[in-house]
């Protein structure tokens, strides 16, 4: 069981950028697709990056694409969301999660979740 902690979520103004990290316990971490979900106001988490276990396939969710990056390195246990262009409605508590398999992660499919790192976007 992976354990999840976030950071590097905070207030930035529109079209700026922020870079959040996702650091994992255990020895286990490369074997399991990560994602970054997020969960704004009156709304259900939902998902925003995916990176596969051997960091060879990542996908976004189409709000996202070209403005963010998920990366993930395995020496060091830790996933990455790169956060470009903000936009006031990416404003949300930002999670990352860690899948029950190596190939997909969604938000069904999550084993273990984060304590979520707020992130606000002003105009």
């Known amino acids: 069981q992976v354990q999840l902690v976030e950071s590097g979520g905070g207030l930035v103004q529109a079209g700026g950028s922020l870079r959040l990290s996702c650091a994992a316990s255990?020895?286990?971490?490369?074997?399991?697709?990560m994602g970054w979900f997020r969960q704004g106001p009156g709304k259900e988490r939902e998902f925003v990056a995916g990176?596969?276990?051997?960091?060879?396939?990542?996908y976004y969710a189409e709000s996202v694409k070209r403005r963010f990056t998920i990366s993930r390195d395995n020496a060091k246990n830790t996933v990455y969301l790169q956060m470009n262009t903000l936009k006031p409605e990416d404003t949300a508590v930002y999670y990352c999660?860690?899948?029950?398999?190596?190939?997909?992660?969604?938000?069904?499919?999550?084993?273990?979740w984060g304590q979520g790192t707020q992130v606000t976007v002003s105009s």
């Open positions: 999660g860690a899948s029950t398999n190596p190939t997909t992660v969604d938000v069904t499919n999550v084993a273990s």
């Open positions: 255990g020895r286990t971490f490369s074997n399991y697709a």
């Open positions: 990176i596969s276990a051997s960091a060879i396939v990542t």
